[in-house]
C-alpha cells in the first residue's frame, strides 16, 4: 500500500497529531480533531483540494529524515549512530528560579530558557501547550509572552496536543518566537520551516521535550474513572511538577475536593492508551531542536524533590542561547557537561523502543500495511544489537496487536469523516 494524501495517513494510522498539516494548508481545508481512542487527527472538510501535496510534505508521521539538522556542525554528526541525535554538549541543571523550577516536569529548564529569550533577546512569543480552562481535560496551543503566562503552563501534559497548529501565531508575529514542542512537533515544526520562508524567519529557538508516546483522550477518561471521577465536575488537572517528579492531581469545580495519585500510578496506567504509530518513532529525544529538555531518570525518585533536568544542546544557536541564559543568571547548570552515560541510562525505555522499530516495521509490512519511512536511519543496525528474545517479543506483538486491533483495516469511516464541523471534538487553535 502507498500513501498519496492525508487522508491515507490518517487511515492507516501513521498520523501523530503535531498539526503541522492544519498549518501549511493554504486554503484552511484541514481541520484537527480529536478521536478520543487515537489522538488529534486531520481532517479534510472539503473536496476541492489540489495537489500542492505540503500536508503530506510535513508530515513527520509519514516520512522522517534521520537526523540530518542543517544547523549542527557536521563533526557532531557522527553520534547519529547512536540514535540520539547530533549532540554538541550535554548539561544538567535547573531553572534559577524557585517557582519555575518547582513548577517544571523536572528542573524548568526549558521554561527558563523561554524566559531569556523574552526578556534578554526580545522576542515576541513563546508558542506551547497548556491547559484549557475551558475543557480541562485537553490541551490548547497558546503565545505566551511574559512570566506569568509562562508559569502558569509549566508541566507536561499527558494528553493529546498539537502546537503546530498554531504556527500562524509564529510566522504573523511581528520578532522572532519560541517554540516548544514533543520531538514529532519539532520535527513538523522545522520541516514547515522549509516550505515557509516567513515561518523560517521568526523561528528564534525550537526546544523540545523528550517523550515515551501521547496517552489518547481516552486514557484520561478511564484514569478519572477508575479514581470515580465525573470528568463533569472537573476544573482542572496538573500531570505532574510541583516537586520532582511530582503528583497526578485532579481539583473539582467545588474547588473542596481533589485527588491525587503518584506521577508512576498515573502514567503507568495511562502509557497504554499510547496510539501505535507511538512506538514507531525513533525519535525520543527531539533531535530536530536547537535544545532538547528531559528528566535525569538515572536518579532515583524523590532523591532531589526540587527537580533537576537533562538539557542537549544540538545546534550552535542552541548552545549560544543555553551560555546566556546561563549567564544572565536564568539556568543553573553544573560546572562541567555530564557523560552521554547519563543520558542513556536516563532514557533506556527510549534505547529500547528504538531497537524494536526495524522489526516492527517488517512486520507490518509482512501484512501488507504501509510504514513511515525513516531515510537516514540506522533501525536495522539498533535492531541487531538487540537480543533475540527481545527481536521475537517485538515481533510476536506487532503481530497480536494487527490481528487484535484489526489494523489491517483503516479506521477511518465515511461517517466520522463526515462529521460536521462544529462537533465537539473539534480543536480550535
Known amino acids: 500500500m502507498k500513501i498519496k494524501t492525508l487522508n491515507d495517513i490518517v487511515a492507516w494510522r501513521l498520523c501523530l497529531g503535531c498539526g503541522a498539516c492544519a498549518y501549511i494548508c493554504k486554503n484552511n481545508f484541514v481541520e484537527l480533531r480529536d478521536v478520543p481512542n487515537q489522538g488529534i487527527r486531520p481532517f479534510m472538510v472539503s473536496d476541492q483540494c489540489g495537489t500542492c501535496s505540503d500536508c503530506v510534505q510535513v508530515c513527520p508521521g509519514y516520512s522522517t529524515p534521520g537526523f540530518l539538522n542543517p544547523a549542527a556542525s557536521e563533526k557532531y554528526q557522527q553520534v547519529n549512530e547512536k540514535g540520539w541525535g547530533p549532540i554538541m554538549e550535554i548539561w544538567e541543571g535547573y531553572a534559577t528560579d524557585p517557582e519555575i523550577r518547582y513548577n517544571g516536569s523536572s528542573g524548568g529548564a526549558a521554561t527558563a530558557i523561554a524566559l531569556y529569550c523574552l526578556e534578554k533577546l526580545n522576542m515576541h512569543g513563546v508558542l506551547h501547550i497548556g491547559n484549557d480552562k475551558d475543557h480541562p481535560l485537553k490541551n490548547a496551543v497558546f503565545m505566551s509572552s511574559n512570566y506569568a503566562d509562562l508559569l502558569s503552563r509549566t508541566g507536561s501534559r499527558y494528553s493529546p496536543a498539537s502546537p503546530c497548529g498554531g504556527l500562524y501565531k509564529i510566522e504573523s508575529a511581528p520578532s522572532p518566537c519560541v517554540f516548544i514542542g514533543k520531538p514529532c512537533d519539532v520535527t513538523g515544526f522545522q520541516m514547515a520551516c522549509k516550505l515557509r520562508p516567513g515561518l523560517q524567519d521568526k523561528n528564534g529557538l525550537s526546544i523540545g521535550t523528550f517523550c515515551a508516546g501521547t496517552p489518547s483522550s481516552l486514557g484520561m477518561i478511564e484514569l478519572l474513572k477508575k479514581m470515580n471521577i465525573n470528568p463533569d465536575m472537573v476544573e482542572d488537572i496538573r500531570y505532574r511538577g510541583r516537586g520532582w517528579p511530582g503528583l497526578f492531581t485532579v481539583h473539582l469545580k467545588d474547588r473542596v475536593q481533589s485527588f491525587q495519585k ?72 553544573e560546572p562541567e557537561p555530564v557523560c552521554i552515560e547519563k543520558l542513556i541510562n536516563s532514557q533506556a525505555g527510549l534505547l529500547q523502543k528504538r531497537k524494536d522499530i526495524w522489526g516492527r516495521l517488517l512486520m507490518m509490512k509482512i501484512f501488507g500495511l504501509p510504514v513511515p519511512q525513516y531515510p537516514g536511519f540506522c533501525l536495522f543496525k539498533h535492531w541487531l544489537s538487540s537480543s533475540a528474545k527481545q527481536k521475537i517479543r517485538s515481533l510476536l506483538g506487532t503481530a497480536r496487536r494487527i490481528v487484535q486491533r484489526k489494523y489491517y483495516h483503516p479506521f477511518i469511516s465515511a461517517q466520522l469523516n463526515e462529521r460536521p464541523a462544529n462537533h465537539e471534538d473539534k480543536i480550535n487553535h
Open 262 to 333: 503518584t506521577y508512576l500510578e498515573a502514567w503507568g496506567f495511562l502509557q497504554k492508551f499510547r496510539p501505535f504509530r507511538c512506538y514507531l518513532c525513533p525519535d525520543g529525544t527531539a533531535a530536530y531542536a536547537d535544545i532538547s529538555c528531559g528528566d535525569p531518570w538515572y536518579r532515583t525518585i524523590g532523591e532531589n524533590e526540587k527537580g533537576y533536568s537533562l538539557v542537549i544542546v544540538r545546534t550552535e544557536k542552541g548552545r549560544e542561547i543555553l551560555k546566556g541564559a546561563m549567564a544572565n543568571g536564568y539556568l543553573t547548570l
